[in-house]
């Protein structure tokens, strides 16, 4: 069975559902060239327990956990099964890495998790089961909880986190004209440190990285992406699926993390 990358994939703006775009199109094309996955482990920006807990529903609800959007986008149903299965297994791994677990047994897909998915698959052919992220954790935690999970891959799982490489509304809202220079530098130097597989800088961002406060005000975004690079492990290639900005500040870079 060929190893599945990890993966972390841009959700912006709800809207990306209607209109993805360039960055839809690239992770369309991205997605064809996978071999299929057994099922998918989703990571959403918008999930925040106090420890992980994995989604356990054998049919997932569509979360629409938004307002104010185009009437549109309420309608949208992602029904793909879930995978209490993958659930339970990968909660069983956290929990023999020493991360306490748990499993929700009626959790369905955010935003975060169903527009990222929708991307991939319009299909939604593939079994899916979401974790959560701890927002008050760090993080070095996320990339703990990355490494103890990286043995799915090698069991045809493909581990898909989802945020945004910035993510500041303040400024999305301001719907400032241009590109401000944080998010330039920002993006610059996270794809340099993924190159150079440079892990501790990338873990220590807040304090070393250029414009890394602006990019985000609150960690919740980029946290995804620490899971994704736990999973891919210390010897790892990066494939820039996307690069790009929407909206003026979203960063909707896409990237997977290959293992070697």
């Known amino acids: 069975m060929t190893v599945q990358p990890a993966l972390f994939l841009p959700h912006g703006a709800p809207?990306?559902?209607?209109?993805?775009?360039?960055?839809?199109?690239?992770?369309?094309?991205?997605?064809?060239?996978?071999?299929?996955?057994?099922?998918?482990?989703?990571?959403?920006?918008?999930?925040?327990?106090?420890?992980?807990?994995?989604?356990?529903?054998?049919?997932?609800?569509?979360i629409h956990d938004f307002w104010g959007f185009p009437e549109e986008l309420y309608g949208?149903?992602?029904?793909?099964?879930?995978?209490?299965?993958?659930?339970?297994?990968?909660?069983?791994?956290l929990n023999e890495a020493g991360i306490e677990a748990g499993v929700a047994e009626k959790r369905g897909l955010d935003h975060g998790a169903w527009i990222p998915l929708r991307t991939l698959y319009p299909d939604a052919s593939i079994p899916v089961a979401p974790l959560s992220l701890q927002y008050r954790n760090t993080p070095e935690h996320h990339y703990r909880l990355g490494e103890a999970l990286a043995s799915l891959k090698?069991?045809?799982?493909?581990?898909?986190?989802?945020?945004?490489?910035?993510?500041?509304?303040?400024?999305?809202?301001?719907?400032?004209?241009?590109?401000?220079?944080?998010?330039?530098?920002?993006r610059s130097w996270f794809r340099e440190k993924l190159q150079a597989k440079d892990i501790n800088s990338l873990l220590n961002y807040r304090k070393v990285a250029p414009g890394a406060l602006e990019a985000h005000p609150t960690d919740e975004h980029l946290l995804p992406l620490f899971v994704a690079l736990g999973a891919a492990g210390a010897n790892f290639g990066t494939e820039f699926i996307f690069e790009g900005v929407y909206d003026g500040s979203i960063a909707m870079d896409a990237f997977a993390f290959h293992s070697i």
């Open 76 to 93: 949208i149903n992602y029904p793909a099964k879930g995978s209490p299965e993958l659930a339970r297994h990968a909660s069983k791994l």
């Open 154 to 186: 090698r069991e045809g799982i493909l581990i898909a986190s989802s945020g945004n490489l910035t993510h500041n509304l303040f400024h999305y809202r301001q719907d400032a004209a241009g590109t401000p220079s944080y998010v330039i530098e920002f």
């Open 15 to 62: 809207t990306f559902a209607l209109s993805p775009g360039h960055a839809g199109a690239a992770i369309q094309k991205f997605a064809a060239s996978l071999e299929k996955p057994a099922a998918i482990l989703v990571v959403s920006a918008h999930w925040n327990t106090d420890i992980p807990m994995l989604g356990a529903s054998r049919n997932p609800q569509t």
